[in-house]
Antibody
Framework: EVQLVQSGAEVKKPGESLKISCKGSGYSFTSYWIGWVRQMPGKGLEWMGIIYPGDSDTRYSPSFQGQVTISADKSISTAYLQWSSLKASDTAMYYC????????????WGQGTLVTVSS | EIVLTQSPATLSLSPGERATLSCGASQSVSSSYLAWYQQKPGLAPRLLIYDASSRATGIPDRFSGSGSGTDFTLTISRLEPEDFAVYYCQQYGSSPPWTFGQGTKVEIK
């Protein structure tokens, strides 16, 4: 069974750093792209970026380029989303999702990680 | 970047009724690379339709997708109580970012 299990909720202060994770299981982690999607409170889905764990090829949305870093550790089947200096506007739910093998839609999703940034 | 516009923002219907959701693209979506997702409160999105008209595994046949180019439609033939949710379209026919629409909420009338 394919599963993406994300790390738990985080409460941080502005200016702090953060790295959240997404662990894949039940499939060949290195053979599928993993994407990250933001959902701000009460809002829609925003495509942030995507990584291929096999070779760490990464693509970012222009809206998020330079604001976050996406990485992966294939030895432990885990993808990451990190911030070096959080802002209050980073408060959101963040989902990881697996890109389908045959195309570019997301076929499996993690449960989400809620990030709250508040002073 | 392709912008997707979903309409209406909210659809108020009764169980058993037919729901028709629209997704318009700012430029043609190549190869009909468009997906639909359903999201219920507190849960992650779930894939319903991919490549504009193919149902994902386990999705009931009351859900159907159609369209090409810049105009796409998700139809729910007869609404069941569990279908009241928010629906998003996503295009993946161009270079990244593979953008989402802003969502349509299907609520109980």
């Amino acid at each position: 069974e394919v599963q993406l299990v994300q790390s738990g909720a985080e409460v941080k202060k502005p200016g702090e750093s953060l790295k959240i994770s997404c662990k894949g299981s039940g499939y060949s982690f290195t053979s599928y792209w993993i994407g990250w999607v933001r959902q701000m409170p009460g809002k829609g889905l925003e495509w942030m970026g995507i990584i291929y764990p096999g070779d760490s090829d990464t693509r970012y949305s222009p809206s998020f380029q330079g604001q976050v870093t996406i990485s992966a550790d294939k030895s432990i089947s885990t993808a990451y989303l990190q911030w070096s200096s959080l802002k209050a506007s980073d408060t959101a739910m963040y989902y990881c999702a697996r890109r389908a093998s045959s195309s570019f839609y997301f076929d499996y999703w993690g449960q989400g990680t809620l990030v709250t940034v508040s002073s | 970047e392709i912008v997707l516009t979903q309409s209406p923002a909210t659809l108020s219907l009764s169980p058993g009724e037919r729901a028709t959701l629209s997704c318009g693209a700012s430029q043609s979506v190549s190869s009909s690379y468009l997906a639909w997702y359903q999201q219920k409160p507190g849960l992650a999105p779930r894939l319903l339709i991919y490549d504009a008209s193919s149902r994902a595994t386990g999705i009931p046949d009351r859900f159907s997708g159609s369209g090409s180019g810049t105009d796409f439609t998700l139809t729910i033939s007869r609404l069941e109580p569990e279908d009241f949710a928010v629906y998003y379209c996503q295009q993946y026919g161009s270079s990244p970012p593979w953008t989402f629409g802003q969502g349509t909420k299907v609520e109980i009338k």
